[in-house]
Every structure is written in C-alpha cells, then in structure tokens.
C-alpha cells in the first residue's frame, strides 16, 4: 500500500451517527451557512496553489489559540490585535510557501497590507479580516505577486474549498478536512474544519493552521471556552518531531446563520456543541499526526488510571515525543523500554510497580518487571498502519490520549533540504 493511501484513511468511510452527532467525511468549512472558500496561484510557490481565504456572509463571533512559540510571525500578532477590536472575523485570507517569521517591521507592514487589501475586496472593516501565513521563515513576502492574488482571489474561477485545501499546504501530502452536523433548538447546527501540518509539529500549538467554521449562534467568550477545552484535548496532544513553530493558530468562526437559541454553559445542548467541535478537532489533529514527513504509521497513545487529567496528558505527550519511541516503531522493535523510560521523566510522579504496558492486545510490561510476549507477534502488530500503545498508571480515574506518528529516514531527507 503506498503512502498516500495510508494517509488517507484516517477519514470515515461513511456518515455515522455519535451521540447525535453525523460525521460528514466529504464535507468541509462551507458546509455551515453563510461560508465561501478559495484559493489561487499567485506565484509565492513555483506552480501549486499559495493564497486562500474564507468569507462569511456576516460578521461571525470568534476565536482563536495561538503557538507558544516566543517567536510569533507577524500575521499572528495583526490577527490577534484585530480579533480584540470586538471580538469578530468576517474573513480570513491564507498563504503558504512564506511565514512572514522574523522580518520585523517590514513583516508587520505586509500583513496590514494583506489584511487592507482583502478588506477593499470585501468592502469590509479592515479588523474584521485575519491574516495567516505558512512557509518559509526569515523571508520577506513577495507583496507584488500578493497583492496581484488578493485583487484576483474572489473571482468565480478560483472559489471553492479543494482550492482552499490545497492552497494552504507545504509539506503536507493530502489535505485534511471534515464536518458534523446536529440539531440544537430545531434547527440543524453544522460545525466544518480544515487544517494544514505535517513537519514541526509538537503539543502545545505546532506548525499547523487550523480553520473551524460553524453556523452556531454562540458568544465570543462560550466559544473561546469550549475551544481551549477541546484544544487541550486535541490539537494539544499531537506531535511529529517537537519542534513548536512561529505561526500556529487555529480560529473558530461561528456566524449564527442557524438561528438557534443562543449557546452558552447553560444551555441543555452546551455538551453536544462541545463534543461536535472536538470530533472535528480530533479529527484534523489524528490526520496532522498521520501525515507526519516521512510517516508510515499513525501512532496513538492512551493513558488511564492517572490521579489527574494533566498527568495523563503529560504521560501521553512524553511517550509520543520520544524520537526513540517513534524510531523503534519505524523498525517494528518491540522495545517497550523505550516506553517506560518515557514515562519515568515524563515528571509524573508514578509508582513503576502499578505499571502496566502493552502495544495493542500484547501485554510488554506489568508489576516493574517485562512479560513474556511473542516478538514475532509484536513485530507483526508493529507492522500496521495504526500502531496503539496502552498505558496503565493505576493510580487514579484520569485518562487521556496522545497522537504521533514513527521517524523515519525520509523525515531527515525533507527537512535537510526544505529551503533548496
């Protein structure tokens, strides 16, 4: 099986109903009301598509996380000064093949530029357009070629939302989206994501963008709310090689074109709004860690019987960042030292006698000592596209789960040459 196939099955092969929620795996960030996407050429990259946007029909609520990253590129910060005008976005405009990273003044300058432009498009308030930029760091923005884009953008030709998919990625190797929808007051609630990521990617906000939109009629503070909950449980628990990069973000816009009763914590339907937002989170953030560069396998793991939340999140991440971890499951070496050495500096503070370990079915470690386990079994178990490991701490009722992928020799050949 090639790898583009195995990147691809991280989607559901049909709608299924979850807690009253459908998962939509063909649909996207316009399958809410009142949302348009593109993309275009503009000539940032040599030949494939590098400027995108999202419009709503209206003014919409928003939200936004944002990379750790001290080094935050300069669309980030005329983003987030923007958003804390009155809280609203009614447009995004995206590039890739530049970060608009460590240019200075110079860069703050070109993403005003970008966001007055797009805002002459739309005949729109300048704050309510965020910019967003991926690629290459310490370059400047080639501004004629887009500005050129962004007087083009919004042509019938270049509208649709594969054109927005494909405009926003670097080394990605296929696109990521999916969509729910429920029902929240009679009326029909639909939730869209899109994302980019694939290299410099590591919990806490990665290199990698991340595109909500919703039709829910919901408030700026609920809806940053459920997105920090559902962010530390998601797109805070990937990793691909612990590098946190300079331009991360993921915005939610909600427009309220579906008219129902307004959410907020209170509302009977409050944790069905929640749970759609982190099916589509979850789901972007398992297909970032699938398409890893150079992956071959989607590693996930799951951590119960922490004391706390946080110590299960930390378990997970430790395990999932190791780079020993992620080589031993690349050679399919059931090396479940590896694990537990993980575990141990996680900063947990564990008992290694209530500890138990196994890669899928296959019990490797219980009560501090190995078990007897068939190596060819394991191996065999490794050799899958979706490798899970299993971690009992048996020390409390808190579980989480973290998603990676292997390291692989194709990793170090992308990014030993990503700027030439």
Known sequence: MNKGTIKGEITLTQATSTNEIVVLENAGITLPQGYKAGGMHCGVKRKRL?????????????????????FQAAPLLVTQESIAKENKTQAIIVNSGNANACTGEQGIQDAYQMQKEFASQLNIQEHLVSVTSTGVIGELMPMDKITTGISQILQPEFEAEENFLQAILTTDTCAKHIAVQFTIDGKTVSIGGAAKGSGMIHPNMATMLGFVTTDANIAHEDLL?????????????????????TNDMVLVMANGLAENDQLTKEHPDWDVFVNGLKVVSETLAKKIA???????????VQVNGA????????????????????????????N??????????????????LVKVSLGSIP??????????????????LEQETVQIF?????????????????????????????T
């Not at 699938?290 to 996930?300: F, H, M, P, S, Y």
């Not at 946080?310 to 378990?315: F, K, L, M, S, T």
């Open 50 to 70: 590098d400027l995108a946007y999202i419009v709503s029909e209206v003014p919409a609520d928003v939200a936004g996380v944002y990379t750790t990253n001290l």
């Open 225 to 245: 709310s459920a997105l920090r909950e559902v962010t530390n449980q998601t797109f805070n628990m990937i990793t691909v090689d612990g590098d946190t990069s």
């Open 290 to 300: 699938r398409d890893g560069e150079g992956a071959t396998k989607l590693v996930e």
């Open 307 to 334: 004391l706390t939340a946080e110590d299960a999140r930390a378990v997970g991440k430790s395990i999932i960042s190791s780079n020993l971890v992620k080589t031993a499951i690349y050679g399919t070496d059931a």
């Open 336 to 353: 479940w030292g590896r694990i537990v050495t993980a575990i141990g500096y996680s900063g947990v503070p564990v008992e290694p006698n």
């Open 364 to 381: 490797v470690f219980e009560n501090g000592l190995p078990c007897p386990f068939d190596e060819v079994e394991a191996k065999s178990y």
């Open 391 to 419: 971690v009992e701490l048996n020390q409390g009722n808190s579980s989480a789960t973290a998603w990676g992928c292997d390291l692989t020799y194709d990793y170090v050949k992308i990014n030993a040459s990503y700027r």
